[in-house]
Nanobody
Framework: QVQLAESGGGLVQAGASLRLSCAAS????????MVWYRQAPGKEREFVAS????????AYADSVKGRFTISRDNSKNTVYLQMNSLKPEDTAIYYC????????????WGQGTQVTVSS
């Protein structure tokens, strides 16, 4: 069983920065990927950024490229999302996901952390 706990959300003004953290625990934690998603009110959940746990390869949604940076600390089982130049359209609940394809497979989600950006 893998548990994920996000933190770092809050209310900020446009142009500000926030850093989200996602701390993982559990005996079977050995992911292929760690992924950040977000869901704005009335919209579907969307991909934000991902990082492979081994090589550290990253991918970003076009809407956040150049502003957001995903990183990981393998020693702490933690993934981060540094968000700069925040815009009101970044307002959403941000969710952390950890997934693994090979046995023991899993697909774990955190409870989410609210990010609100005022104009």
């Amino acid at each position: 069983q893998v548990q994920l706990a996000e933190s770092g959300g809050g209310l900020v003004q446009a142009g500000a920065s926030l850093r989200l953290s996602c701390a993982a625990s559990g005996r079977t934690f050995s992911p292929d990927n760690m992924v950040w998603y977000r869901q704005a009110p009335g919209k579907e959940r969307e991909f934000v950024a991902s990082i492979t746990w081994g090589a550290g390869s990253t991918a970003y949604a076009d809407s956040v490229k150049g502003r957001f940076t995903i990183s990981r600390d393998n020693s702490k089982n933690t993934v981060y999302l540094q968000m700069n130049s925040l815009k009101p359209e970044d307002t959403a609940i941000y969710y952390c996901n950890s997934n693994r394809r090979a046995w023991p497979q899993y697909d774990a989600w955190g409870q989410g952390t609210q990010v609100t950006v005022s104009s």
